[in-house]
């Protein structure tokens, strides 16, 4: 019998990039819900458990909470982003972490390079 | 070394060009129309550009032409007589014919020196997406076995059609189920069309950093 794998927390740093002005947070989030509704159904946002966790306005880089089981499906939903609430965006992934703390780590680095 | 290469774009706007500077994008793939109006601008930002000159017909294809070739079929049997053609160039899947990849086609390639350029556009398209994806992903694992070798393009034609290269490595993890199977594939492919312009691009890299 194949050993199941245990669920553990993954975290997404990312860059958006949009044309025109940037989202707020809570517009994001709004839109992230939505859109994952949307791509996986209401049974596979509930196994999916994502969640933003931090997201910059004015630098544009964030952090998203995935699941480990459910890695492929929900990052293959964030690749087809391509526009939040009518505003033309891409999705940048840029790192996956096993913990918040070098997710963050990796955003400062990022954002010391825009300074 | 080439770690990702968005080559092969349809048309070019101000974002899209604002795009591929930004991100990590070092080679661009111009299909021959625009090559010329483009050429020089990407060239100002420091990308490398390679003219793709595109072919609906397999009997045009040949060895005197010394540019890229993107091969399209419009139709199974010429999918067919492409992949047997022993010369370096790529065999276009979009939505127009990607249902003519079958085990056939891959059996066919395996003779042949073409390469497997699956376009991501498609997958854009709500309705395509879950088609095209089955079957490309069948596809491009079936090929993978036999040795044929698949590269991942974006064939954007504006701006919310590019692929960031983080999202080509991720559809490149979820397609094979494995990473770095593609990612290297346009290395080998340009290696193996113009080894010469490889090493120039090495050198020109090294030589920046």
């Known amino acids: 019998m194949k050993k199941e794998r245990k669920p553990r927390k993954r975290y997404l740093v990312f860059k958006l990039y949009t044309i025109g002005g940037s989202p707020d947070f809570e517009t994001f989030r709004s839109f992230l819900d939505d859109y994952m509704r949307r791509f996986l159904g209401l049974s596979g946002l509930i196994d999916s458990r994502v969640k933003l966790i931090r997201y910059d306005q004015e630098t544009r880089y964030g952090i998203i909470r995935i699941i480990s089981t459910d890695i492929d499906t929900v990052l293959l939903a964030f690749t087809r982003i391509r526009d939040i609430k009518d505003t033309p965006a891409s999705f940048i992934p840029l790192r996956l972490t096993g913990n918040l703390s070098r997710a963050l780590k990796y955003i400062k680095r990022y954002e010391k390079r825009i300074q | ?209």
């Open chain 2, 1 to 209: 070394m080439i770690r990702w290469a968005d080559l092969y774009i349809e048309r070019l706007d101000e974002n899209m060009i604002e795009f591929i500077s930004r991100n990590r994008i070092r080679v661009v793939g111009l299909k021959d129309e625009i090559f010329d109006t483009y050429n020089n601008l990407l060239r100002e930002r420091d990308l490398i550009t390679i003219k793709r000159l595109y072919i609906e017909d397999a009997d045009q294809i040949s060895h005197k032409i010394k540019d890229l070739i993107v091969f399209r079929p419009l139709d199974k049997n010429s999918m067919r007589r492409g992949g047997k053609i022993r010369l370096t160039f790529t065999i276009l899947i979009d939505e127009e014919n990607y249902e003519y990849c079958s085990d056939e086609q891959i059996e066919a390639m395996r003779g042949g020196s073409a390469s497997l350029e699956i376009l991501a556009r498609p997958l854009l398209d709500e309705e395509l997406f879950p088609r095209y994806l089955r079957y490309i992903k069948y596809c491009v694992r079936k090929a993978l076995i036999n040795g044929v070798d698949v590269i991942l393009s974006s064939g954007a034609r504006r701006f919310e059609e590019l692929f960031s290269p983080g999202s080509m490595r991720l559809l490149e993890r979820y397609i094979t189920g494995v990473r770095g199977s593609l990612t290297y594939s346009w290395y080998t492919l340009l290696e193996r069309w113009n080894k010469k312009f490889v090493e120039e691009m090495i050198i020109e890299k090294r030589e920046k950093t």
